[in-house]
């Protein structure tokens, strides 16, 4: 997919896009998952947005460390030459919220009761796939094209330059 707009060509693009997917993610999931764990009220956002900036580093942290490795690793195992740009996207889609539904359904209880327990280990498989559930249709219908547009966009504008640049 050497060349495609709607996706990061560099580090610094790359940085970019897992800041727009990552903020947009953390904000709404977060309290998605808060609120039907704990009930949808004014207090109980306001403690979600408290745990929000600790949530968001974790994030970033297990994509780049955990499953940035792990669905590089596995992707082209599924993918072939002749895959479209759509099916490579729902598939690293799919891998990337599988794995770190799992991650954070554990960390994200954690974090959220503020302390170490067995607990989501007990609820595992009654959270997580309402977790992976949630993660899922939020990063494939929100910020994934926010992020794949911004790229787009971006790419146009230093296509433009480019141009000016040279004509």
């Known amino acids: 997919m050497h060349g495609e707009t709607r996706l990061p060509r560099n580090g610094r693009e790359g940085i970019l896009f897992l800041l ?20 949808f009220s004014k207090e109980v956002y306001l403690d979600t947005l408290k745990i929000i900036p600790f949530m968001w ?4 942290l297990s994509v780049r460390l955990i499953a940035g490795p792990i669905v590089g690793k596995l992707i082209p195992k599924f993918v072939g030459q002749t895959d479209g740009f759509n099916a490579r996207i729902l598939l690293n ?6 794995v770190l539904s799992i991650i954070l ?24 796939p309402r977790n992976f559930g949630i ?19 971006l790419h146009a504008r230093q296509g433009r330059k480019a141009e000016s640049v040279n004509a």
């Open 135 to 153: 993660a899922f249709w939020i990063e494939l219908l929100v910020a994934q094209p926010i992020a794949r547009f911004a790229m787009k966009r």
């Open 57 to 60: 580093i974790i994030v970033i």
């Open 20 to 39: 727009i997917i990552s903020i947009i993610s953390v904000n709404t999931i977060a309290p998605i998952i808060t609120g039907l764990e704990r009930g």
């Open 93 to 98: 889609t799919l891998l990337n919220v599988t």
């Open 105 to 128: 359904s554990i960390i994200g209880t954690w974090v959220g009761t503020k302390q170490i327990s067995l607990e989501p280990f007990k609820n595992f498989f009654h959270i997580w």
